[in-house]
């Protein structure tokens, strides 16, 4: 069973700090891995999503990497801003189309 | 497109009665997923339609759970009866379905339900 941890649990950081993201999970024969943002009451938007067969993916201040042999992805934020103040959800997708999630890094960008 | 469109956004219920959670995907889309999320075990799979036949509802928790999709832009997910650890935020999300497992899920906004 795919289980997939993210650390930290949260993350306080200056304004304009460049900061990464951690995603684990235990089973490599995955198809994709993405990132999400959750805003306190709203869905989930997806960020970026990174193939099984690609090491990164690149979206403005954001960058994603993935390593399946060493089951790790991170999610580097460049310049950050209060307004990337959310949860970053890191969801890793299997050969049954499931979505396994971690449980989130809340993450705060103090002006 | 107004993205997938979830009612009611809060539902506040009593122990025992029905609790019907409402859906429309994003229009084209052919999957669909209902999701819940709670503190303790995060974001959880609970069914998963595609061109309206559900796959998979290994994810649904008991039998008080059922899920239906009439017509490819609407879904609903009911609960009958309801208890209070059904208490959580059920999201509905769709992907276009022709490479699910290659693709971006678009989230709703989330039905957040509190069973007293």
């Known amino acids: 069973k795919q289980e997939v941890t993210q650390i930290p649990a949260a993350l306080s950081v200056p304004e304009g700090e460049n900061l990464v993201l951690n995603c684990s999970f235990t089973?490599?024969?995955?198809?994709?891995l993405q990132w999400f943002r959750q805003d306190p009451g709203k869905g989930l938007t997806s960020l970026l999503l990174?193939?099984?067969?690609?090491r990164e993916q690149t979206s403005g201040r954001l960058n994603a990497s993935l390593d399946k042999s060493s089951g790790r992805s991170t999610l580097y934020i460049a310049a950050s801003q209060p307004g990337d103040s959310a949860t970053y959800l890191c969801?890793?997708?299997?050969?049954?189309?499931?979505?396994?999630f971690g449980k989130g890094t809340l993450l705060t960008v103090n002006p | 497109d107004a993205g997938v469109i979830q009612s009611p956004r809060h539902e506040v219920t009593e122990m025992g009665q029905e609790v019907t959670l409402r859906c429309k995907p994003i229009?084209?889309?052919?999957?669909l997923f209902w999701y819940r999320q709670t503190m303790m075990r995060g974001l959880e799979l609970l069914i998963y339609?595609?061109?309206?036949?559900?796959?998979?509802d290994s994810g649904m928790p008991e039998d008080r759970f059922s899920a239906k999709m009439p017509n490819a832009s609407f879904s609903t997910l009911k609960i009958q009866p309801s208890e209070p650890r059904d208490s959580a935020v059920y999201f509905c999300?769709?992907?276009?379905?022709?490479?699910?497992?290659?693709?971006?899920?678009?989230f709703g906004p989330g039905t957040r339900l509190l069973v007293l």
């Open positions: 999300a769709s992907s276009r379905g022709t490479s699910v497992n290659q693709e971006t899920q678009y």
């Open positions: 089973d490599s024969a995955i198809y994709n």
């Open positions: 990174i193939q099984s067969s690609q």
């Open positions: 969801a890793v997708g299997g050969s049954n189309y499931k979505l396994t």
């Open positions: 229009s084209g889309h052919n999957s």
């Open positions: 339609f595609n061109n309206n036949v559900p796959i998979d």
